[in-house]
């Protein structure tokens, strides 16, 4: 059984940064891709980036692209979400998640973290 666990979250003004964390005991997710979504506010959870199990292909949710980045530490069991010029519309619960397969990461998610809260101000 593999346990998430996130952690970077918290406040923020609109147009700051932040790097989120999520990592892997128990078991491996060295070969499996991993995923981040995030769930404001009486919304439904939605997709916001996923990587493969090497690093070598990510993909993002438009709302998000050219400012979120996802990456990965393997070696750490270790993935991220660094996070440049949020807005507070960002604000959200950000899970991260292992995903049986890279081209349907909501569809195939087989582990989630507990989340980590960011709120950004205005």
């Known amino acids: 059984q593999v346990r998430l666990v996130e952690s970077g979250g918290g406040l923020v003004q609109s147009g700051g940064s932040l790097r989120l964390s999520c990592a892997a005991s128990?078991?491996?997710?060295?070969?499996?891709?991993m995923g981040w979504f995030r769930q404001a506010p009486g919304k439904e959870r939605e997709f916001i980036a996923v990587i493969n199990w090497n690093g070598g292909t990510t993909n993002y949710a438009d709302s998000v692209k050219g400012r979120f980045t996802i990456s990965r530490d393997n070696a750490k069991n270790t993935v991220y979400l660094q996070m440049n010029s949020l807005k507070p519309e960002d604000t959200a619960v950000y899970y991260c998640?292992?995903?049986?397969?890279?081209?349907?990461?909501?569809?195939?998610?087989?582990?989630w973290g507990q989340g980590t809260l960011v709120t950004v101000a205005s």
């Open positions: 128990g078991r491996t997710v060295s070969r499996y891709a």
């Open positions: 998640a292992r995903s049986l397969y890279y081209t349907a990461p909501a569809d195939s998610v087989d582990a």
